[in-house]
């Protein structure tokens, strides 16, 4: 892990924690360019907006887009706080995004390693590189807590 690496995966963090904050399930993203320069960050909006596609990288991805004035986001990176499921998968190859970086696998829906290896499959026309593991308790301990206390 780079210092960059959990610099911004601590960003992405703070955007999960403003997701579970309003009652989201508190997963974050930010988008940083080759540089390492913030381009964009989102949090998870599906109850809110009462949108299935809601997830923190989508709107980090449509956010980066706009600000870039392009849906390729070539020699970017996205920090994500959760493995991502094979929408955000599908959005990240589809957006040409070059790094992935997720803290906390996901056994249920991720997408990159856990059930499918959609950023590496080399019969899509783009490859993404994958790190995980990032702050991968903290991540981990962010949804294990908002998830017991929905229980509770």
Known sequence: MTDNDRKFMLLAIEQAQ???SIGEVPIGAIITDKHNNLISSGYN???SNFDPTGH???IAIKKASEKLKSWRLDG???YVTIEP???CMGAIVLARISHLVFGARDPKA???FSLYNIGTDNKLNHNVEVKEGVCEIEC???LKEF???LRE
Request: overall charge neutral.
């Open 45 to 47: 909006l599906r109850e």
């Open 18 to 20: 403003l997701a579970g």
């Open 140 to 142: 981990s301990n962010l």
């Open 56 to 58: 923190a990288e989508i």
């Open 110 to 112: 991720g997408s990159a």
């Open 76 to 78: 970017t990176t996205l």
């Open 85 to 87: 499921c094979p929408m």
């Open 147 to 149: 998830f017991k206390t």
